[in-house]
């Protein structure tokens, strides 16, 4: 099993359409983990770190769910401007500060 | 305003010629990491400093090296450059390496985008 495993995509969908990006990860005991957004060529940009309890930025919702070792990203009222790689990111049991990414899922979003 | 700054954003150099590029943070940071990122792959860490205590990883060639003078700033040093070191190079910091409220968030400068000849 993969240490992060994200859906493989790509998603294309159109403008105003909800998405959802699932991630698993292997470590029951990591703590720490975050959604980042990456466009071609550009460095990852953190997009929401992912809390316990879930957390909520405008259209982003972030869950997590510990018992599953899932977490989740949902994209409401997608904007063309939402188009990017979305990196599922774990700092695994064991490293108190290595990055785990996933290898990432693509979103295009149409016009 | 930019928090993580990285010269040059691209960076040409020759087979075998040494390079340096740089990173630096206004947010004082306690953490500093580099990483290597090939096109379509995940960014691989190379090593990191928590403050002044340099951290390599296991598998990073000893072609790289790194030194950080202060707080602020940190170097990558690529001693003899080979073609498969093309790559985006990305520094990015933390403000600690524990798990707890966010300290060790990570923020990702632009990059450097090193070509070898």
């Known amino acids: 099993r993969k240490e992060v495993e994200q859906d493989p995509g790509p998603f294309n969908v159109p403008e105003g359409a909800t998405v959802a990006f699932n991630c698993t990860y292997s470590n029951s005991a990591s703590q720490s983990f975050f959604w980042y957004r990456q466009d071609c060529r550009k460095e990852p940009k953190l997009l929401m770190s992912?809390?316990?309890s879930g957390n909520e930025d405008g259209r982003f919702t972030a869950q997590l769910n510990r018992a599953s070792q899932y977490i989740s990203l949902l994209i409401r009222d997608s904007k063309l401007s939402d188009s990017a790689t979305y990196l599922c990111?774990?700092?695994?049991?064991?490293?108190?500060?290595?990055?785990?990414f996933g290898k990432g899922t693509l979103l295009t979003v149409n016009p | 305003d930019a928090m993580v700054i990285q010269n040059p954003r691209y960076q040409v150099t020759q087979f075998g010629k040494p390079v340096t590029l740089s990173c630096s943070q206004t947010l004082n940071h306690n953490v500093m990491y580099w990483y290597q990122q090939k096109s379509s792959q995940a960014p691989k860490l190379l090593f990191h400093y928590y403050d002044k205590d340099f951290n390599n990883e296991a598998d990073t060639p000893d072609n790289f090296q790194s030194r950080r003078p202060n707080t602020s700033f940190c170097f990558l040093d690529i001693r003899s450059p080979g073609l498969g070191d093309a790559a985006m190079y990305l520094c990015a910091t933390s403000r600690d390496r524990s798990g707890t409220s966010g300290r060790d968030t990570q923020y990702f400068g632009p990059g450097t985008r090193l070509t070898v000849l």
């Open positions: 990111v774990v700092i695994l049991s064991g490293s108190n500060y290595k990055l785990t």
């Open positions: 992912v809390y316990s």
